[in-house]
């Protein structure tokens, strides 16, 4: 028997921006259907028209290919099973509800949010799973036809088979069991005529082929309502796994306040998307490779059985380390583009390269590198006062035995030590220190020697001229 391919999907809604959870479990599924050789397919769900918007879209489109996320199905693609938007695909979703109700599995309620939300309450004061008590379920014929005629717009309700059980196997955390009872008969249809998400979701993983959905936990409880649905359709279940959340450092769900931005802020900040992708892989997926990897090298050790059913946390150092980490594998045109015209400006053309490659240990982002471009070749020099304090110790005899030095030397830069231990008898900290400091206002960055041989004999002279004069 031939084995069906895998495919895999992500199905935000538009209603804002991208951010670090939404975009894991884009890369999750996605990185399953290249270790698979399958398909990973893009789906918008905008049935929600007040709150989608078309910018939102764009944003999302232009995130997931910014991330090297490409869909092999979905919008821009002309597929099977276009189109890819909810909103495009209503009559499909209509003929679904008829299909439902003509079996009996559905039926008009006319309850208003009023009295469903007085009867959650008492439910839930009385320790009792929130659940429809089946109100309009008994409704005769005539009664539906005279509330109807009264101008009364019911939603559709999907009736739950009394003695249904529903067991799956979760991709992610194992074996689950749900009754009826936990369930209750379930909303399919509002009463302004949309989709309820969990209806127009479960249908088009079925039609559109989907084999695996990997999604936040959030949705486990849609889950087994999903599955009755498509059993009493007689359309295909896709297998499920619920990812666990992100969490911020006090264990609550990620947000802004923990420091988490959307992707398009990541990225305009000057976040590499190797860096993210990295960082996100490992956010819940345990790998045992822990160096850097590009897409296909995350997607060939990632497996189902890694994913964590604990909640993972976020945490800002670790971004730092798979930025470091991507920039450390950046060739240099990567890196040209990424620091953009206003860190060039900044340095000598013929040093640039140079420059790059000497100060790429000791940034994160852009604007670590323009704070080096300025420190190692702007005008006025800012020394910070830790910097100060270790050039007034060193005293003026020091930098003079160093001009001296270099004047011989040029930016030989053993010679100028040798020489220059030599004639003030310091060592250590107290030779290098307040070279650095002259030369770069800061008590650390990137290596002297590099230091000497890119600022140049002319650059090198001058700072340490100005601490004499200080
Ligand atoms: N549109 C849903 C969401 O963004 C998709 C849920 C799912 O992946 O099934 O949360």
Known sequence: MMKTAVKTRFAPSPSGLLHLGNMRTA????????RTQGLFLLRIEDTDQERSTEDYIEALLKDLCWLGLEWQEGPGIKGEFSPYRQSQRDAIYQDYFQQLEAKGLAYPCFCSQEELERIRK??????????YLGTCARLTFEEVE??????????????????AVVEFEDLVRGSQHFTARDIGDFIIRRADETPAFFFSNAIDDALMGITHVLRGEDHLTNTPRQILLLQSLGLPVPCYGHIAMIVGSDGTPLSKRHGSRSISELREAGYLPSAIYNYLARLGHHYENTSFLDLDGLA?????????????????????????EALAHSDFETLRQWLGSAVADQVPTDKYLEFIEIIRPNVVLPEDALRWAE???????????????????????????????????????????????????????????????????????????????LMGVTRVRQRLQRCLDL
Do not use: C, M
């Not at 008492?122 to 659940?131: K, N, S, W, Y």
């Not at 020091?398 to 231990?421: E, M, N, R, W």
């Open 27 to 34: 890369l999750f599924n996605a990185l399953l259907a290249r």
């Open 122 to 131: 008492q439910q839930l004061a009385a320790g009792q799973p929130p659940r």
């Open 146 to 163: 005279n509330k109807l005629a009264g101008g009364l717009k019911p939603a559709l309700r999907f009736r739950i088979p009394s003695i």
């Open 300 to 324: 060939a050790q990632f497996n189902l059985d890694r994913l964590g059913k604990a909640p993972a946390r976020f945490d800002s150092q670790q971004l730092y380390y798979w930025q470091r």
């Open 375 to 453: 420190a190692l070749f702007g005008e006025n020099l800012a020394f910070k006062d830790e910097a100060l304090g270790v050039i007034s110790q060193a005293g003026s005899d020091f930098f003079a035995a160093a001009l001296a030095a270099v004047g011989h030397h040029g930016v030989d830069f053993k010679v100028v030590i040798t020489q220059l231990k030599q004639t003030t008898n310091a060592k250590g900290k107290s030779l290098f220190l307040p070279l650095r400091a002259a030369l770069t206002g800061n008590l650390d960055g990137p290596e002297l020697a590099l230091l000497f041989s």
